[in-house]
């Protein structure tokens, strides 16, 4: 059982580049998620879905976009990279409850220079 | 919206001294409460939980939580602690009748145990 797959694992990008990070998940579940992670600031929830076709915004949205076309995968699109970006991402799913607790994956460090 | 202040940021311990790590919410209502671990180079995982029910609740690897409501607290305690439980902690509440689009996390605590 694979759990929550990202891709990749490391990126550097120049500032003005675009890529995706891909997230997919083998759990059948319904809620995907994506967060940033910074020294000192914790997590922050960027963009959420709670099942295909039905996203909306977290936290801290600007500068990235999704989608959920599919149960299974949750890609993160930076348009135009920042180096305001770089963090270290995670993609989470839950079946969607509220007592539902995260699964996440193994992370994505993204450097902008 | 939800905050949680995770007062600690960096937690130094000697193996077998005992942790209490503080976690407060901003205000009261019915929550979950969760408590992740995220050992180094890893994601994070879940450690313990509470919804409802006796306020003290037992995770994984020895640790615990109470939740006091009065006092809008969920501190994770250990009675003693291990080299291996060197890891970040972060808190987390949502309240209840929530999406999970609105589940907030506290800004973690780095826990260095030195053997």
């Known amino acids: 059982n694979a759990g929550v797959t990202q891709t990749p694992k490391f990126q550097v990008l120049k500032t003005g580049q675009s890529m995706t990070l891909q997230c997919a998940q083998d759990m059948n579940h319904e809620y995907m998620s994506w967060y940033r992670q910074d020294p000192g600031m914790g997590l922050r929830l960027i963009h959420y879905s709670v099942g295909a076709g039905i996203t909306d915004q977290g936290e801290v949205p600007n500068g990235y976009n999704v989608s959920r076309s599919t149960t299974e995968d949750f890609p993160l699109r930076l348009l135009s990279a920042a180096p305001s970006q770089t963090s270290v991402y995670f993609c989470?799913?839950?079946?969607?409850?509220?007592?539902?607790?995260?699964?996440f994956g193994n992370g994505t460090r993204l450097t902008v220079t | 919206a939800q905050s949680v202040s995770q007062h600690n940021h960096h937690v130094i311990l000697s193996e077998a001294a005992s942790l209490e790590l503080g976690c407060n919410y901003s205000y009261g209502g019915t929550v979950n409460l969760f408590w992740y671990v995220q050992y180094p180079g890893q994601h994070l995982q879940l450690l313990l939980k509470y919804f409802s029910g006796d306020p003290l609740v037992k995770g994984i690897k020895g640790f615990e939580a109470e939740f006091i409501k009065s006092k809008f607290s969920f501190n994770l305690r250990k009675p003693s602690v291990q080299w291996s439980d060197t890891a970040e902690y972060f808190c987390?509440?949502?309240?209840?009748?929530?999406?999970?689009?609105?589940?907030?996390f506290g800004r973690g605590t780095q826990l260095t145990v030195w053997p």
């Open positions: 987390a509440v949502i309240d209840r009748g929530s999406t999970l689009g609105r589940l907030y």
């Open positions: 989470a799913s839950s079946y969607g409850q509220e007592d539902s607790p995260l699964h």
